[in-house]
């Protein structure tokens, strides 16, 4: 009982002592009670910036305490990005034994908020998978080693994963054979790219030349983790700036164009390599290189502007959206592609979608409408980020209606990015 009322009172230690009618009823209320609330708020104009986020927060802590067992885990872990404020729901959360209080644990490891020393010794050899997953992700500890390696081969994807990051932070170089057996063999390609990554926090060349072993084989997952892993600082300067020039140059793919990213963003002695390749990739690459260095190459390099600048005139909508995209935060550019990006935003699907949310966050007023109507799709993730595109122009009233979305997806995920942007 104890339990129960705490993880009833705590939403309200978020939002301090709120008089707000609509977070009092998010905080308390069912679901048609929240909507009417937020329908009378709207009318009222009692929605500004500051009700909107104290609202998401009060949202986002009802969603984390009152998510059905089925599907908590995955509903707090989607909450992840914004837990910083809701550390006392999440501490409330954690007291209950199921895979959802384990989620919750699990963040408050990452944000440090717990002792990895007891929280191993506790459980890293629990009967529940989840909880036992907790273990794992503090097995980083002092003396945890032999343990953590073992954990690396558990039948628990969740605890494997959660091993492999605790390697991350150990950096212990007797787990090198280990991960890269990890990053060949598991099941789980998530667990296959981490463990790639873990091996790369290892300095020495032979972890560089050991990696480069398994690029011939890997698939295009476990190659971008390669170069994630010969681009941190111990292995770059032990090999990895060489093998990054050698994918760059040499492999076509998003691997590549991430080697060449990752070359400008660490300023090598081949940052000029690096540009060319993007500058290339931008021109003449798939249509998902051209994307991924469109998205991601500086625009202060006169090439890849003008490069970015004919793209936003491709054939390719799926190329010249992202270009524009990238274009209209530009000042100098901003007026030249508002159009083209319009008359793209009419469009169905995801090129449509695109150049809507560039619009608003460029803070053009005339894609407003649309996106009023787009709170009614039925598409939830298109309701979603029209109540994001609705709080960038400014409308904070009407992109609080996703907050009291019939979809709890669509609640929790709009209000963690409010939250995330406070």
Known sequence: ?????????????????????????????????????????????????????????????RELLSSPKPQAEERIFDLRRC???????????????????????????????????????????????????????????????????????????????????????????????????VARLDPDPLSRSNAARAAGAM???????????????????????????????????????????????????????????????????????????????IASGTESERRLAIQSAPMTDRTIFQKVKAAAKDDNAEVAVVALARLVQNGDRRAAVIDPLLKLAKRRGAVGTQARDALAVAGENRIHSTLVLELAEKSAQRRGLAALGLYALGDYARAATALGDDDPTVRASVACSLIAER
Request: charged share 25%.
């Open 1 to 61: 009982m104890k339990t129960i009322l705490k993880a009833c009172l705590l939403p309200l230690i978020l939002v301090g002592c709120a008089t707000s009618r609509v977070v009092q009823t998010a905080l308390h209320g069912d679901l048609a009670a929240l909507q009417r609330e937020i329908r009378e708020s709207q009318k009222a104009g009692r929605l500004d910036r500051a009700a909107l986020q104290e609202l998401a927060i009060a949202v986002a802590g």
């Open 203 to 281: 300095r020495g060349r032979q972890v560089v030349w050991r990696l480069k072993d398994r690029w011939v084989r890997a698939p295009q997952s476990v190659r971008t983790a390669i170069v994630d892993a010969w681009s941190t600082q111990p292995t770059f300067a032990s090999g990895g700036e060489h093998e990054l020039v050698w994918a760059a140059e040499t492999n076509q793919g998003e691997p590549g164009v991430l080697a060449a990213l990752a070359l400008v963003r660490l300023h090598s002695a081949q940052q000029q390599l690096g540009l060319a390749v993007l500058a290339r990739a």
């Open 83 to 181: 837990a910083a404020p809701l550390k006392e729901v999440l501490q409330a959360r954690a007291e209950q034994h199921d895979d959802g209080g384990a989620a919750a644990m699990l963040i408050l490891v990452d944000l440090g908020f717990e002792d990895p020393d007891e929280l191993f010794t506790r459980h890293a050899r629990d009967e529940s998978g989840a909880w036992r997953a907790v273990g794992a992700r503090c097995s980083f500890v002092t003396g945890a080693g032999r343990a953590r390696r073992e954990l690396f081969l558990d039948p628990d994807q969740r605890v494997r994963r959660a091993a492999i990051r605790a390697a991350q932070i150990a950096a212990d170089p007797a787990d090198v054979d280990p991960l890269l057996e």
